[in-house]
């Protein structure tokens, strides 16, 4: 090798100057620096992991309260304040109406398992993905009027749960319109969803749902109940 050349065989790592190993220390810490100083922002904005936990408690135990003064259905609170992103005030809130006397379940559950007072309907996902029929399975004396006017026959002899029949009907039940007293006005429909605004600064998404047992998920590790929005 001539004075001053260079060693071709030398790999490119024994090239590297000595000061890159300073360069990724320097860059790591600029990111570490950088990803605290966004935490602190964030916390100070109100979307810190601590904040949004104590959302996330209140606003269930806002739903407690409440359902523990209705029948018919559960209330469950969605959406971003279900995840404690926002506050009471800071966008709409969006909640799922579950019908407390249906419950929708998979091929292969033991009928003589659920109680007596629970309208079963068993689903059928042979479909499109994301969607199924619902098939009445077995239904109850005291039914929901807004379940039985949504029946529909196929013409082979099953009674099916219309997801649009069901919508019109429940969308029907409307609430005294007195939102410029501060009550509660109702909106139209707007696909699954009944806009509400309650006295005049609450806005709210209603969703009508029914619940369902899904065995064949709970073995994939999803929860073993869920609540559905069906398609017949």
């Known amino acids: 090798m001539a004075e001053g050349g260079t060693d071709r065989s030398m790999s490119e790592t024994e090239m590297v100057p000595g000061h890159s190993s300073l360069y990724s220390r320097h860059s790591l810490n600029y990111v570490e620096s950088v990803s605290v100083e966004t935490s602190t922002i964030m916390t100070r904005l109100g979307y810190g992991e601590e904040i949004r936990r104590w959302r996330i408690e209140k606003y269930r135990e806002n739903d407690r309260l409440c359902n523990s003064g209705i029948r018919g259905f559960t209330r469950i609170t ?28 998979e091929t292969g559950i033991n009928l003589h398992t659920i109680p007596d007072n629970i309208e079963v309907y068993r689903m059928d996902t042979c479909i499109y993905p994301g969607y199924c029929k619902l098939f009445r399975e077995r239904q109850t004396p ?54 509400m605004t309650m006295c005049s600064v609450l806005h709210t998404d209603f969703v009508s749902a029914l619940r369902c047992h899904c065995p064949a998920s709970s073995k994939d590790g999803l929860p073993d109940t869920v609540i559905g929005h069906h398609q017949t």
Do not use: W
């Open 78 to 105: 969605s959406g971003s304040k279900a995840e404690g992103l926002t506050c009471r005030l800071e966008s709409d809130s969006d909640y799922l109406a579950v019908m407390n006397n249906i419950l929708c379940f």
């Open 142 to 195: 005291s039914y929901c009027k807004e379940i039985d006017n949504a029946l529909c026959d196929n013409g082979k002899g099953d009674v099916l749960l219309g997801s649009g029949l069901l919508l019109d009907d429940v969308s029907t039940l409307k609430i005294i319109y007195v939102a410029d007293d501060g009550g509660i006005l109702q909106h139209e429909r707007a696909g699954p969803s009944i806009p």
